[in-house]
């Protein structure tokens, strides 16, 4: 088996396929590829530049096949028969932690975050928002936008649209088109999801949304879908296909490409996070961060020191634990609570 050691072995994330649906089929390893084996044969798929492999009903996943997809940043979604996804990752441990620092650090101070929120929202709108514009009146924009883009969807296919409504816990009570709505998000989610994985970002540390682990995924999924998950989903719909789930899932991923959605995710992050340029991801200083990513400890004056060797107090050459305060206890650390 090929071992990756390096990142630059893995193609950049706009040059990656955007993704790859599987149902019904055995996902096993050969080498650094995968091979997929189905009703129809046998199908080997360069895994390096595979960003989220979806895996429907009735696939398998062996475990060197999952080693492979962890080594190389892929993230994987298992896909239930009535659209509920569950998200799993693996990354490669040498990888810098610095953007999700980066990310922690903007979240954390309630003014920089509002500065975060600003700009995704600025992102979403195409122009600069007034510094004298409240959160509420950017919200009311919003909803303004999103509702003014279904109206024009459902003008452009002649479908009637009466609201967002659907059930996560009864997919088939949906009329098609919430139904197609649903599956073109998770497109979405799951390609924003594997975008910020790959990127070193989190998907839980959201700004505009918060409380979910994957907060962050919907801030950045947003930026999206007036563009592409609503027109497609009411395109396809207006053709009335015999799979709608599926016909959408093609859709989604052809205009992926159309729009070149991977060359901007990361970038876009970029902005709205406003990262410095010795962590941007087109930085070759920061890719070499990324192969070799030191393990430090924190200090609060010094701010990280050398990890991996013994710290001890100065004129001290062996640790001592402290003396236990009553001598019948014995050890402190024998202590089940120390």
Known sequence: MIRLDTLRALPKVRDC????????A????????LLIRDAEGTTSVP?????????????SLTHEAAKLLSEQACTVAWTGEEG??????????????????????MWADPATRLGVVRNLYSIRFG????PDLTLQQIRGMEGMRVRSAYEQASRETCLPWKGRNYKRDSWEAADPLNRALSTANACLYGICNAAILAGGFSPAIGFIHTGNMLSFVFDIADLYKTEISIPVAF????????????????????????????????PDIQRALEVPPDLDWENEDAQLLDLNAPLQLWDPQEGTIESGR?????????????????????DPYDHPDS
């Open 310 to 330: 013994l710290h001890l107090p100065e004129n001290e050459t062996h640790p001592h634990p402290p003396a236990p305060t009553d001598p019948t206890k014995g």
């Open 127 to 130: 122009y600069t928002l007034s």
């Open 84 to 105: 509920v996804r569950l998200y799993t990752f693996g990354l490669n441990g040498k990888r810098s932690a610095s953007r999700l620092l980066h990310q922690a650090k």
């Open 47 to 59: 895994s390096a530049s595979l960003l989220p492999l979806m895996l429907g009903p009735g696939t």
């Open 26 to 33: 055995i996902v096993e390893r050969e080498d650094s590829a």
């Open 235 to 266: 395109r396809v719909t207006a053709s009335n296909p015999m799979e709608l789930e599926r016909s959408v899932r093609i859709a989604m991923r052809d205009t992926f490409v159309a729009t070149h959605l991977l060359r901007r995710i990361i």
């Open 17 to 24: 396929t955007s993704m790859l649906y599987v149902e019904h």
